[in-house]
């Protein structure tokens, strides 16, 4: 953090920064930018452990974070072999699965959040109460008299 320095206070204000830097618009701080923020490059800090950050479930009380992440990971781009990985090692796996859950309610053929959902499985019988209404994780789709049509699209 010290290298690409912000106005952020804390460390999940820094990480909101960063997914903001990488277009990740869903949530955004009042006053983060003076211009002068430059977030690390993929090489430095990859969008995967951007992602494996902001689920950590030392931010229970962050859920705009989840967000973020769930913004990144309904882009569908992430590389599942280092994400997994990360997700085995910081275990973000429960937090995974109560994400994949909702996602999966706007998205049922979403391939990377069935392929979340599947990974992060907790056992049968057992559920992930959720962590957000899956309403925060999509917007409304308009007809085309700009009238919600009833439709949901993840945000990405």
């Known amino acids: 953090r010290a290298r690409f320095p912000s106005t952020a206070i ?4 820094w990480l909101i920064d ?6 990740a618009q869903v949530v ?4 983060s930018h003076d211009g ?7 090489s430095v800090f ?3 452990e951007l992602v494996t950050a902001l689920c950590l479930s030392s931010l229970p009380d962050r859920l705009q974070s989840l967000r973020l992440a769930a913004q990144f990971i309904s882009r ?4 599942r072999e280092e994400f997994l990985q990360l ?3 910081e275990r973000t796996g429960q937090v995974l699965h109560g994400l994949a859950e909702s996602a999966l309610r706007v998205n049922p053929q979403h391939e990377l959040w069935l392929w979340v959902h599947q990974v992060t499985g907790i056992g049968p019988g057992k559920t992930t109460p959720p962590l957000l209404h ?3 994780l999509a917007f409304p789709e308009p007809d085309h008299r700009h009238i919600a049509s009833g439709r949901w699209k993840l945000v990405s």
């Open 87 to 89: 997700t085995i090692r």
């Open 46 to 48: 990859s969008t995967e």
């Open 18 to 23: 960063v997914a903001n830097a990488r277009g």
């Open 36 to 42: 002068g923020f430059k977030a690390p490059g993929e």
């Open 28 to 31: 955004s701080r009042e006053m």
């Open 10 to 13: 804390s460390v999940e204000d």
């Open 76 to 79: 569908g781009t992430l590389d």
């Open 134 to 136: 899956w309403s925060r």
